[in-house]
């Protein structure tokens, strides 16, 4: 079997030209973590966005740059197909440069991490109070995994 991704742009925004390069980038990645009759989506959008939902289901009133909401419920599809709906992940776009100015790191690069980041999320791994530091590497076990992934995947272009 395969998984599924379906990527989306909120409604006000105009779809960036890579769009499309989202869902095979992380077909690779969900194949590489072995996660197989998995469903995910990802809606890219802007900070104002990101902000209301922050505020609305972590009680912070302030954009971030991800957000994923697990799902985890099973449905067999018209084709008898088996999957698991493993959730929805939300990146801002506006966030992604600021970032990536941050950390040193082209916006492809950034966008990648997040991506992976919420992936991961979405299959119950937590950070807890650690986060990624410019040039310091990581000690929290998915931190560490997040940048070894992304390390697998460098040479990759969503953003070209």
Not at 56 to 69: E, H, K, M, N
């Amino acid at each position: 079997m395969s998984n599924s991704v379906l990527v989306s742009v909120q409604d006000e925004m105009e779809s960036p030209a890579w769009l499309g390069n989202v869902e095979p980038y992380l077909q690779r990645v969900l194949s590489a973590l072995q996660f197989d009759g998995e469903e995910i989506s990802i809606l890219f959008c802007n900070d104002a966005f990101i902000q209301e939902l922050n505020k609305q289901y972590r009680g912070i009133d302030a954009p971030t740059d991800v957000l994923s909401f697990e799902n985890g419920d099973e449905y067999t599809d018209e084709d008898g197909n088996s999957w698991r709906s493993m959730g929805d992940v939300i990146i801002s776009l506006e966030t992604v440069p600021k970032n990536a100015e941050y950390f040193g790191v082209s916006q492809n690069e950034e966008l990648k991490r997040l991506l992976i980041h919420g992936v991961l999320h979405l299959n119950g791994y937590d950070h807890g109070d650690a986060h990624i530091e410019p040039g310091i590497e990581p000690t929290d076990e998915m931190l560490r995994l997040q940048e070894t992934v992304l390390r697998g995947f460098l040479e990759e272009k969503i953003i070209i």
